[in-house]
């Protein structure tokens, strides 16, 4: 539900719905300062358990980029792995931008190797391999969440 979505409230006998509505209003311009601040058809924070050893792409499910609603996305991104034989955390952040009709996709600056690798199929969709991790294995996750920029309809 949305701040915009509840109706704006009249006093009566019972009720003084002047504060009712304040907090309304108030709502209103903090979701309109959140939403420009992380843009339009951004994705919240996701949680997605992937495949060890996926050996062609496979989809990240909840990671697909809107070309009708933006024409650059920044994902931030914490990748989790953990098996008996070793554990490793990565933090990093990939870039899309639609351009030429098709989606690219970079992958900046990270901490460490997580034997993930990403690539974008041209309608936006973001697709992950991952590498084999040795022992039983008891973690595989990665978290992420968007911002967007640019023009709708890309």
């Known amino acids: 539900m949305k701040f915009v979505d509840i109706p704006i409230r009249v006093n009566d006998i019972v009720v003084d719905a002047g504060w009712w509505n304040i907090i309304r209003t108030a709502g209103m311009v903090l979701s309109n300062l959140v939403s420009g601040a992380i843009g339009a058809g951004a994705i919240q924070r996701t949680t997605f358990s992937f495949v060890n050893n996926q050996a062609t792409p496979a989809p990240i499910v909840g990671l697909v980029f809107d070309s009708a609603k933006y ?4 994902v931030e991104m914490e990748i989790h792995r953990k098996s008996s034989g070793s554990e490793v955390r990565e933090r990093t952040e990939l870039v899309g931008v639609f351009a030429a009709g098709a989606w690219a996709l970079s992958q900046g600056i990270s901490n460490a190797n997580s034997g993930i690798t990403f690539t974008v199929e041209p ?7 991952s590498t084999n991790q040795l022992g039983v294995v008891e973690v595989q996750q990665m978290t992420f969440r968007t911002t967007t920029m640019g023009a709708e309809g890309g």
């Open 71 to 74: 024409s650059s996305s920044i």
């Open 123 to 129: 309608g936006g969709q973001v697709n992950y391999q």
